[in-house]
């Protein structure tokens, strides 16, 4: 007599996941992540990064109980140089997806969209806390992949009429800003001046907004620092804004807020809020028009596992999708 067999594993493609996932589908299972993580039905630890020649490797996991249990651990690549001398995306990976009650491999998923829709995502879900409602003035800070999600996810969640777009490379802010109705600009701080939202969503290694150029009341989604050699925001800009971060913890060890405070002029009990207790009414958002509020964004897996949760309910009903019997493994 045979005992139960093994599930088949799924195999779903970057292809998959778009036909499965509208923006509005991760922002809804991105603040379900983090109203998980508040009331303790959700948990992920630090990440884990491995420096390369080229680049850097980071893996993030992380555990939710949604209906069912499910776990996912993401490991990605990050090579900013891929696009202009290989042709490869910037970012590529896969996440590994499992039922949580009884470590059985469900799905391997291509981690591309699902990294980038998931960020700005979290950033849109900050953003209905943390910007003024008659935000109409967007820019964004890096023209690839994520600067495009960026700009649907935000459009998506406030009233922007004007869209600019800045990159170190001029060729790339164009290019967008072609595709998206939007402008592309040269001067940077003065275009930093005159939004009601940024976003930034670069490599940089030094901070690209400083206090003299951030007007009162903007909302800023710092999202480019998930490492501790990256830095967008300048330490004073840090100090003067309320800061609300993803993973406080997270962010003290790998974001803006590690800058910040091995500068001295911030603690991480400095920080206003987590993105989870603003989502269960544990602390307040925007408090007054004036206030400059920074997201600090470094990318927890509660994004990737709900998010990947919701795909996979999708796709398991899928013909199409091609799947692969786990003891073949």
């Given at each position: 007599m045979t005992g139960p067999q093994p599930p088949h594993t799924l195999v779903i493609t970057r292809q998959d996941i778009v036909r499965a996932m509208k923006p509005a589908d991760?922002?809804?299972?991105?603040?379900?992540?983090f109203r998980a993580?508040?009331?303790?039905?959700?948990?992920?630890?630090?990440?884990?990064?491995?420096?390369?020649?080229?680049?850097?490797?980071?893996?993030?996991?992380?555990?939710?109980s949604a209906g069912r249990d499910f776990v996912a651990i993401k490991v990605n690549g990050n090579f900013p140089g891929n696009p202009a001398e290989l042709g490869l995306p910037t970012i590529q990976g896969a996440i590994l997806f499992f039922d949580g009650s009884n470590g059985s491999l469900l799905a391997i998923l291509d981690s591309i969209e699902?990294?980038?829709?998931?960020?700005?995502?979290?950033?849109?879900?900050?953003?209905?806390?943390l910007a003024r409602l008659d935000s109409r003035?967007?820019?964004?800070?890096?023209?690839?992949?994520?600067?495009?999600?960026?700009?649907?996810?935000l459009r998506a969640v406030l009233p922007i009429e004007r869209i600019m777009l800045w990159?170190?490379?001029?060729?790339?802010?164009?290019?967008?800003?072609?595709?998206?109705?939007?402008?592309?600009?040269?001067?940077?701080?003065?275009?930093?001046?005159?939004?009601?939202?940024?976003?930034t969503c670069t490599p940089s290694r030094e901070p690209l907004l400083d206090a003299s150029i951030v007007a009162p009341g903007t909302f800023i989604a710092a999202v480019g620092t998930d490492n501790a050699s990256k830095s967008e925001i300048a330490?004073?800009?840090?100090?003067?804004?309320?800061?609300?971060?993803?993973?406080?913890?997270?962010?003290?060890?790998?974001?803006?807020?590690?800058?910040?405070?091995?500068?001295?002029?911030?603690?991480?009990?400095?920080?206003?809020?987590?993105?989870a207790e603003l989502v269960i009414g544990a602390r307040a958002g925007r408090g007054s028009p004036d206030q400059i509020i920074i997201f600090d964004s470094t990318g927890?897996?509660?994004?990737?596992?709900?998010?990947?949760?919701?795909?996979?309910?999708?796709?398991?009903?899928?013909?199409?999708?091609?799947?692969?019997?786990?003891?073949a493994l």
């Open positions: 991760y922002l809804s299972a991105v603040e379900q992540a993580a508040a009331t303790g039905k959700a948990s992920s630890p630090m990440p884990m990064h491995l420096d390369v020649a080229r680049g850097t490797f980071h893996g993030k996991g992380a555990s939710i699902v990294s980038i829709q998931r960020t700005a995502a979290a950033s849109a879900l900050a953003a209905k806390y003035t967007l820019l964004v800070c890096g023209c690839g992949e994520q600067g495009r999600a960026h700009v649907e996810h990159d170190r490379d001029r060729e790339r802010s164009e290019r967008l800003a072609g595709q998206i109705d939007a402008v592309a600009i040269v001067d940077l701080n003065a275009a930093a001046r005159s939004a009601d939202v940024i976003a330490p004073a800009l840090m100090a003067a804004a309320t800061v609300v971060t993803d993973v406080t913890a997270q962010c003290s060890e790998m974001g803006d807020l590690r800058h910040a405070i091995e500068a001295g002029v911030m603690t991480a009990a400095d920080v206003h809020a987590e993105l927890t897996g509660l994004q990737d596992v709900a998010s990947v949760a919701t795909i996979y309910e999708r796709c398991s009903g899928d013909a199409s999708i091609q799947s692969i019997a786990l003891s």
